[in-house]
């Protein structure tokens, strides 16, 4: 489950909004979310910020609930230079980070197939620094691709 | 041997809550556990516990949810990052130890 669309190398951002509508603006032009999706995203942000302190690349996996999205899918941008996002839960620390993942999660059964695919990415660093390096999107989506059929296997 | 509850929850019950419910079931499959797994939101965090009675509660909002006194919480992040994730996993299996 991967659209090359949504798969970019090379964004630079001044913050974590701008970052976010820009991710929000491919799954939305991608027809994967309605208008109300980007907004809804930045609100939950601020209210539950979503860094993840991920072992050697820092990331972030923006998101919202179900109701604005169409169909599940993710938009991975790989930043020029980090930006800042708060770190998950209640403290105060800032992430740097170096990749974000923008979830849309339809709610349904194959969100559950979708989560499990992604959950490694998050976990492994060896994957993210590859992700991190890769030097353009085709090769991004190569990795997945070997990524999402190693999950595949394991099942 | 009686089965285990835990509760999951996270800002919408749907994300990062099904991340970290996959990692505990697959994790207790290894470790032969026997322990249900439920998520919700934090919103509803605190019903839910009231209505299941978890043996431990697992939020990736924080640990100032509000809820029932009595059940620990564990603060889930970092079995998403992956950081430091072996103390939470000894957390959450010293909650879950038979008398």
């Known amino acids: 489950m991967i659209d090359k669309n949504l798969i970019v190398k090379g964004g630079s951002f001044q913050n974590y909004e701008e970052a976010i509508r820009f991710g929000g603006r491919l799954l939305y032009e991608n027809g994967y979310v309605d208008s109300g999706y980007t907004d809804s995203v930045l609100e939950r942000e601020a209210q539950f910020p979503t860094g993840l302190p991920t072992q050697g690349v820092p990331m972030a996996i923006p998101h919202t609930g179900s109701e604005h999205v169409l169909k599940s899918m993710f938009c991975l941008v790989v930043f020029s230079d980090p930006v800042m996002f708060r770190q998950m839960g209640e403290t105060s620390e800032m992430i740097p980070a170096e990749i974000m993942v923008m979830l849309a999660i339809d709610g349904g059964e194959k969100h559950l197939k979708f989560l499990s695919n992604l959950i490694g990415l998050f976990s492994d660093g060896t994957v993210l620094t590859r992700i991190k390096d890769a030097k353009d999107s085709e090769s991004i989506c190569r990795i997945l691709k070997e990524f999402e059929q190693f999950n595949l296997d394991e099942s | ?99």
């Open chain 2, 1 to 99: 041997m009686q089965e285990k509850k835990v509760l999951i929850c996270c800002a919408n019950g749907v994300a990062t809550s099904t991340f970290v419910a996959m990692k505990c079931k697959n994790k207790f499959k290894e470790l032969g556990i026997n322990a249900a797994v439920t998520t919700c939101t934090s919103l509803e965090v605190k019903s839910k516990a009231q209505r299941l009675k978890p043996d431990l509660i697992i939020s990736n909002v924080g640990k100032t949810i509000s809820v029932p006194e009595g059940i620990p919480v564990v603060y889930g992040v970092n079995l998403l990052s992956g950081k430091d994730a072996d103390k939470t996993w000894e957390e959450i299996l010293a909650c879950l130890k038979t008398e």
